[in-house]
């Protein structure tokens, strides 16, 4: 591929998945700016690099870079920052009724919590499988490790969450007591 066709491909490529590579960068990194900025430095690395793609699957090359993009960002870090909480950042939906829009809000916002708590390694892979639809072989891809390791990483943080969600009402009740 010349430089020219190279940068059309990946120009068209962060198109058509910029807005998995926002959420992925969202999630892993806990707020917007830091997300835009790690998917701004993927697409510049995915530009030097377009020569370089071996063929395969696209989407989850791209969105290798830009999960490496937030791993260096999080490495960086000087100290861990608290996530952002903004129930105004997550989707919204399309209730009719004030209370069943408050009900969902906080129970995305109670979902979003405990997701943000799981470790990064199950955190990735959900936000991945559940919210960007990516097979498990494109998980694999992107996160650089086996197919068994997907299914595990998975399973673990489907019941992590869970356990959380199940037990979450019990400790809001003994803590509003």
Not at 15 to 32: E, V
């Amino acid at each position: 591929m010349t430089g020219v066709a190279a940068n059309a491909w990946v120009g068209e490529l962060v198109q058509r998945h910029l807005d998995a590579a926002y959420n992925l960068g969202r999630w892993l990194l806990g707020n917007d700016h830091d997300a835009a900025d790690a998917v701004h430095d993927a697409y510049l690395r995915a530009a030097r690099a377009a020569h370089t793609y071996a063929g395969g699957n696209a989407r989850a090359w791209w969105l290798a870079i830009v999960r490496n993009c937030c791993l260096a960002k999080l490495s960086s870090r000087s100290r861990e920052r608290p996530l952002d909480d903004d129930a105004a950042n997550l989707p919204r939906t399309a209730a009719n009724d004030v209370e069943d829009c408050v009900d969902a809000a906080q129970s995305r916002a109670r979902i979003a919590g405990h997701l943000r708590a799981l470790p990064a390694e199950f955190r990735e892979a959900l936000v991945l499988r559940e919210l960007e639809d990516l097979s498990y072989r494109e998980i694999a891809d992107v996160l650089g490790v086996p197919i068994g390791t997907v299914m595990s990483r998975l399973s673990r943080g489907r019941a992590l969450l869970q356990r959380a969600l199940g037990t979450d009402p019990v400790r809001e009740i003994i803590d509003g007591m």
